[in-house]
Nanobody, 116 residues
Framework: QVQLVQSGGGLVQPGGSLRLSCAAS????????MSWYRQAPGKERELVAA????????NYADSVKGRFTISRDNAKNTVYLQMNSLKPEDTAVYYC?????????WGQGTQVTVSS
């Protein structure tokens, strides 16, 4: 079965850290450009971070630059989003996304809540 399975969300205090994981099954992630999106209640889904298939180039939303890092481990067929210095405005459901040619897959989403 072709799917992306996410893990690692949860509740964290402001200033804390979380790492999200996105593991692929049924296909090889190394061919795919990967990205993380998020959607907060009442807001549109927005791009948070992106990584090219060769891993040479990254792109981040201005709101997360310097705090979030996207990375991939092709041996584990997994992509990560390391989130540091979390803020309440980072609260959202986070989704990973894989794109190659006309193939596009989404993870199931994972809730991240930043609150004291």
């Amino acid at each position: 079965q072709v799917q992306l399975v996410q893990s690692g969300g949860g509740l964290v205090q402001p200033g804390g850290s979380l790492r999200l994981s996105c593991a692929a099954s049924g296909f090889t992630l190394s061919n795919y450009a990967m990205s993380w999106y998020r959607q907060a209640p009442g807001k549109e889904r927005e791009l948070v971070a992106a990584l090219t298939s060769d891993g040479d180039s990254t792109n981040y939303a201005d709101s997360v630059k310097g705090r979030f890092t996207i990375s991939r481990d092709n041996a584990k067929n997994t992509v990560y989003l390391q989130m540091n210095s979390l803020k309440p405005e980072d609260t959202a459901v986070y989704y990973c996304n894989a794109v190659w040619r006309f193939f596009r897959y989404w993870g199931q989403g994972t809730q991240v809540t930043v609150s004291s």
